[in-house]
């Protein structure tokens, strides 16, 4: 999702997608330790994602 998305949300929306991103690169993880991950690339997008709702995240506060 691009950076504009997420300032749209609300301070309690980011907590939420924050939670709910590091879920899902805990299973990519897991995924690309059993050799069960099809797209490499969706690691680094969901790390850039993390950074870009903690950077939003810090701005406001």
């Known amino acids: 999702m691009k950076a504009q998305n997420y300032r749209e949300m609300g301070t309690d ?3 939420t997608t924050l ?4 879920r ?4 990519l993880r897991s995924q690309a330790v059993t050799e069960k991950l099809e797209n ?4 680094m997008n969901t790390k850039r994602n993390i950074a870009r709702v903690k950077t ?3 701005q406001r506060g």
């Open 56 to 58: 939003i995240m810090r």
């Open 40 to 43: 490499s690339k969706a690691v």
């Open 19 to 22: 939670e709910e991103l590091r």
């Open 13 to 15: 929306e980011l907590d």
């Open 24 to 27: 899902h690169l805990f299973d």
